[in-house]
């Protein structure tokens, strides 16, 4: 690797060139002035000028005229793969990288969200890229919307999907889908005795389980309630939904869950789902990232995935 050592050497590069190491790339591949100015487009004077120029630059004559044509001298001999690299490298700087194909493509990236998401959200996504990007690894990480800010300002995340306040001015943010508060417990349970629209007073009547990707004894509904004068009666807390089905149903804890979250678990266990008599303005769950991977084609096209894995995921309360 080059190093620059001084405020010298980075002064001698800054006052060089640098198009006069593709016109000695070429002069070398060619041996011949005439040759090269019609590969850079440029009369032999200008060639020739500027191997002039090379050569007092150098101190070295580099190329010298024989019968067969020009002859490279040792110390161009030495120079030619050093520049040829460089001469690569520029083109690599300069070439727009490949349209992305996500059947071919080779990435990691990794995922910042609330544990509400992997059911719903995130385990038909992992079904899908399996099938259309086998070569895309997922990392699902549990952040809540601090930690998640986080970890996107450090770049150890890609994105992150949740229910954001406010965002840095240097993140993007969309609009993934609107959320909303259900109360979900088994279908036997007493509470679903009073019809298929219990009272909230009825509600808040029972224990209540609550999942907290910190391990709070508060969730975002505690602070609706606070809002409206209410507290609940909170049971246990989880850090995570893998036991809240069988919890529901072996015991008469309630919980109050977004409806994404609460649909998955109705359809799949003995559980029914009502929605909580309360005025609260829907649970807006944006995708967030940092600005840099704005135009970044794979990072766009994991994006519109989740995106469409939040939208098919979204068919309603189930009772």
Same mark, same amino acid.
Request: hydrophobic share 45%; net charge negative; with cysteine.
């Given at each position: 690797? /080059? @190093? ?10 800054? &006052? /060089?060139?640098? $198009?006069?190491?593709? !016109?000695?790339?070429? +002069? ?11 590969? +850079?487009?440029?009369?032999? *004077?200008?060639? *020739? ?54 059947? !071919? ?33 997922? &990392? ?7 930690? =998640? @800010? ?24 969309? +609009?993934?889908?609107?959320?909303? /508060? ?7 349970? #007493? ?20 999942? *907290?990707? !910190? ?5 975002? /509904? ?12 909170? =049971? ?8 809240? #089905? ?15 979250? *609460? ?21 807006? $769950? ?19 995935? @989740? ?13």
């Amino acid at each position: 690797m /080059f @190093i620059i050592q001084d405020d010298a050497q980075l002064k001698n590069i800054h &006052n /060089f060139d640098l $198009n006069l190491l593709m !016109t000695l790339h070429v +002069l070398l591949e060619e041996r011949s002035v005439t040759r090269t100015g019609e590969r +850079l487009g440029r009369t032999q *004077s200008a060639v *020739s000028n500027a191997l002039k120029r090379l050569r007092d630059l150098i101190g070295d004559p580099l190329l010298v005229r024989t019968p067969e044509g020009l002859s490279p001298t040792p110390r161009a001999m030495d120079l030619a793969p050093r520049v040829a690299e460089i001469v690569r490298a520029a083109r690599d700087c300069v070439t727009p990288p490949a349209a992305f194909d996500p059947a !071919t493509a080779e990435a990691r990236f990794a995922i910042g969200a609330p544990d509400r998401f992997s059911l719903p959200v995130f385990l038909p996504l992992l079904e899908h890229m399996g099938r259309v990007a086998p070569g895309i690894v997922l &990392n699902l990480r549990t952040t809540d919307r601090d930690y =998640a @800010i986080r970890l996107i300002e450090g770049d150890e995340i890609a994105l992150a999907i949740g229910w954001f306040d406010a965002t840095p001015p240097h993140l993007t943010r969309m +609009l993934a889908f609107d959320d909303r /508060f259900v109360c979900l417990c088994r279908r036997d349970h #007493p509470l679903m005795q009073a019809g298929a629209r219990p009272a909230l007073d009825d509600i808040l009547a029972w224990p209540h389980l609550v999942v *907290s990707s !910190t391990g709070d004894r508060r969730a975002a /509904f505690d602070a609706v309630l606070a809002r409206h004068g209410q507290t609940r009666q909170i =049971a246990a807390t989880m850090m995570s939904f893998t036991t809240v #089905p069988e919890l529901l149903m072996q015991t008469d804890m309630i919980g109050v869950f977004t409806h994404r979250t *609460s649909d998955y678990f109705a359809r799949r266990y003995p559980l029914a789902s009502a929605p909580v008599p309360l005025e609260v303005a829907p649970i807006a $769950n944006h995708l967030i990232w940092h600005r840099r991977y704005d135009t970044d084609e794979a990072h766009a096209w994991l994006r519109g995935q @989740i995106l469409q894995a939040c939208t098919a995921g979204d068919d309603g309360p189930v009772g």
